[in-house]
T-cell receptor, first 115, second 114 residues
Framework: EAQVTQNPRYLITVTGKKLTVTCSQNMNHEYMSWYRQDPGLGLRQIYYSMNVEVTDKGDVPEGYKVSRKEKRNFPLILESPSPNQTSLYFC??????????????FGPGTRLTVL | AQSVTQLGSHVSVSEGALVLLRCNYSSSVPPYLFWYVQYPNQGLQLLLK??????LVKGINGFEAEFKKSETSFHLTKPSAHMSDAAEYFCAVSKDTGRRALTFGSGTRLQVQP
């Protein structure tokens, strides 16, 4: 089954404790992206990657890091989480060929709480 | 710059009634527009997308949307609501080709009353 998976699905942590949220897709997509969803704000892009070893900032990158060492994986790293990073996080992937009309496929989400 | 406005954060309809969820966009380039649905505790699923091929777009689960350039709108409709349609709906516009990011509206939560 074609899918985007994220782990963990739920995480409660404390301020300053480094964490990583993993994202993996099995569709051989070049493009991957992280969004955060906050009430009343919709989804906002954090980082994106056009291909292996190619990453760049989205709209709200502060406090986050990413890496793209393999095509299928795109982990999101919070080096020193803070309470304002409490949110619902989504990973997405799509083909890079063609135009920006390509559909993005979303993972199930990771609900993060930083105390 | 691209942006999306969804009118009404909550919409309630009776089962069998027409569903109308409103979306207006602004875009400096010809837009690509999407409607996504999010069921409780799930990720986002694509309902339909507009890519300039046809102004009336049909999607899954009986939904459709009409692109109206003069009104900068892309409203989502369904003739007859089902209980299973209760979810949150997001309209999105695709940004520039480089970042390929989707700019989302703030979402509309649809309630379907029996």
């Amino acid at each position: 089954e074609a899918q985007v998976t994220q782990n963990p699905r739920y995480l409660i942590t404390v301020t300053g404790k480094k964490l990583t949220v993993t994202c993996s897709q099995n569709m051989n997509h070049e493009y991957m992206s992280w969004y955060r969803q906050d009430p009343g704000l919709g989804l906002r892009q954090i980082y994106y990657s056009m291909n292996v070893e190619v990453t760049d900032k989205g709209d709200v990158p502060e406090g986050y890091k990413v890496s793209r060492k393999e095509k299928r994986n795109f982990p999101l790293i919070l080096e020193s989480p803070s309470p304002n990073q409490t949110s619902l996080y989504f990973c997405a992937s799509s083909l890079s060929t063609g135009t920006r009309s390509n559909e993005q496929f979303f993972g199930p989400g990771t609900r993060l709480t930083v105390l | 710059a691209q942006s999306v406005t969804q009118l009404g954060s909550h919409v309630s309809v009776s089962e069998g009634a027409l569903v109308l969820l409103r979306c207006n966009y602004s875009s400096s380039v010809p837009p690509y527009l999407f409607w996504y649905v999010q069921y409780p505790n799930q990720g986002l699923q694509l309902l339909l997308k507009y890519t300039s091929a046809a102004t009336l777009v049909k999607g899954i689960n009986g939904f459709e949307a009409e692109f109206k350039k003069s009104e900068t709108s892309f409203h989502l409709t369904k003739p007859s609501a089902h209980m299973s349609d209760a979810a949150e709906y997001f309209c999105a516009v695709s940004k520039d080709t480089g970042r390929r990011a989707l700019t989302f509206g703030s979402g509309t939560r649809l309630q379907v009353q029996p």
